[in-house]
């Protein structure tokens, strides 16, 4: 999401007709290598060191799960729409990755578990976010870490999710939760941004 992005807007979007151009922005296509490797090395100092299971919920078209496959993890991927999907399985052919259509808020994964669940700009759409962070845990494997980047977005109407209030949510899930800022650094956007960016890496 840039500062000139349109996806404030983000639960009345059609993903299936955005998808097309979803990968422009430069935090979500990752086409410039120096915003890549701005979030290859968040990634990196989010995820374990030793490959693991990673569930990349609202996965869009599968940069992130890219960049984590790269690093040797093991990704599953989720989005509800098709589009995007069909676009992250073409990303990732020949990769250990599978991408699934399903609900992020309830990621049709059955009975697996995971050692980290990456969201990027997806739980601030939902409307029951503590109900949705308590179901996620449970999708964790003992020791497993939330990796949530999150925002507030826009001056006039501002959306989103504040650091404060996300970090709330989690205090009765876990007394493992650390903020880390990201607004100020720009090589993760593409550019300056004015608003507030952030991760809060959770350990349950």
Known sequence: ?????????APGVDWDTAAATFDEEPDHGLRDPEVRAAWDRRLRAWLPERACDVLDLGCGTGSLSLLAAEQGHRVTGVDLSPAMIDLARAKLAGR?????????AAPPVGERRFD??????????????????RHWRG?????????LVEGVWGTVSPVGIP?????????????????????????????????????????V
């Open 139 to 147: 999708l964790l494997r003992p020791g497993g870490r939330l990796v």
């Open 96 to 104: 250990d990755a599978v991408f699934l259509i399903g609900d992020a």
């Open 1 to 9: 999401m840039s500062e000139n992005s349109d996806e404030t807007t």
């Open 163 to 203: 650091a404060d209030r996300l970090t709330a949510l989690l205090a009765p899930l876990t007394d493992d939760a650390r903020v880390e800022r990201l607004s100020q650094d720009a090589r993760l956007w593409g550019g300056p941004v004015p608003d507030e960016r952030y991760a809060v890496v959770a350990t």
């Open 116 to 133: 980290t669940l990456l969201v990027r700009h997806l739980l601030w759409t939902l409307p029951h976010p503590a109900r949705v962070l």
